[in-house]
């Protein structure tokens, strides 16, 4: 995805010189539909195998290996527990 960048008003000067929407969107980086097809696939079959998956039928980079999906999901496993509560 495209992610622009904006540089911040010199009346409001903020932590940083710039600042991109989607990065305060998507905190991860990664789109909520990566997330769930890494997670998903990776409940059922190993990380590196998933990984492999990914690649074959998305147009991920090659970045993409079996620790950035152990990452993710576990990752997503905390932010569950974190919603549910005690």
């Known amino acids: ?3 622009p960048r904006f540089y911040h008003c010199a009346c409001r000067p903020g ?3 710039t600042f991109s929407p989607l990065a305060e969107l998507l905190p ?3 789109s909520p ?3 769930f097809l ?3 696939w990776a409940s059922l079959v190993s990380y590196g ?3 492999d998956l990914l690649k074959d039928a998305l ?3 090659e970045k993409l290996n079996d620790v950035t ?3 993710h999901v576990l990752h997503v496993a905390e932010r569950m527990e974190h919603a549910l509560g005690e």
């Open 59 to 61: 147009p991920v980079n």
């Open 38 to 40: 890494e997670t998903k």
């Open 49 to 51: 195998v998933t990984a």
């Open 15 to 17: 932590p940083e010189k």
């Open 1 to 3: 995805m495209n992610s």
């Open 28 to 30: 991860e980086h990664t």
């Open 69 to 71: 999906i152990r990452n």
């Open 33 to 35: 539909e990566l997330l």
